[in-house]
């Protein structure tokens, strides 16, 4: 059984589909662009695309915005922040932070998949503050320090 949370779709999104998975395993559902005219993503440019719908997450959810990999791939087109939280307390429009990494220019349409949502369970946590904390094996090696 899976479970349902509050969706709502903006006015001008009325003719876009909901969030979507694609095949019956798929972890994550598409977004979709909501944008009136096409939009061009220019080499290093970056741009907030809107999803057309807002969200009422429970306490102790998130939605994890991610990027496409196959236009991430074939075209450069990713994210700026992959990926993006949007907190359970959040009610505005979705939208997806984009960024084209490749040479040409890429072209977004209305209702074009442009990134992935995932629902993921979160627990928020309070640190102590200690003067020394438990060795482990790795220690403070940082970046690289576990090889290849």
Same mark, same amino acid.
């Given at each position: 059984?899976?479970?349902?949370?509050?969706?709502?779709?903006?006015?001008?999104?009325?003719?876009?589909?909901?969030? &979507?998975?694609?095949?019956?395993?798929?972890?994550?559902?598409?977004?979709?662009? =909501?944008?009136? %005219?096409?939009?061009?993503?220019?080499?290093?440019? *970056?741009?907030?695309? $809107?999803?057309?719908? *807002?969200?009422?997450?429970?306490?102790?959810?998130?939605?994890?915005? *991610?990027?496409? &990999?196959?236009?991430?791939?074939?075209?450069?087109?990713?994210?700026? %922040?992959?990926?993006?939280?949007?907190?359970?307390?959040?009610?505005?429009?979705?939208?997806?932070?984009?960024? %084209?990494?490749?040479?040409?220019?890429?072209?977004? =349409? *209305?209702?074009?998949?442009?990134?992935?949502?995932?629902?993921? !369970?979160?627990?928020?946590? =309070?640190? !102590?503050?200690? =003067?020394?904390? $438990? &060795?482990?094996?790795?220690?403070?090696?940082?970046?690289? &320090?576990?090889? !290849?």
């Amino acid at each position: 059984m899976h479970k349902q949370f509050l969706i709502q779709k903006t006015e001008d999104a009325q003719d876009l589909p909901l969030p &979507s998975y694609m095949t019956q395993a798929a972890a994550a559902m598409d977004l979709y662009a =909501n944008i009136k %005219n096409k939009l061009c993503i220019k080499p290093m440019q *970056r741009l907030a695309v $809107p999803c057309g719908f *807002r969200l009422a997450l429970p306490l102790g959810y998130e939605a994890q915005i *991610r990027p496409r &990999s196959g236009i991430a791939l074939k075209h450069g087109i990713t994210m700026l %922040n992959a990926p993006g939280t949007i907190d359970a307390d959040y009610r505005g429009e979705v939208h997806v932070l984009l960024i %084209n990494f490749g040479e040409a220019e890429y072209i977004i =349409n *209305r209702g074009d998949r442009i990134a992935q949502m995932l629902i993921a !369970k979160v627990e928020q946590t =309070n640190f !102590k503050q200690a =003067n020394t904390l $438990p &060795s482990s094996a790795r220690g403070d090696g940082g970046f690289g &320090s576990t090889g !290849k």
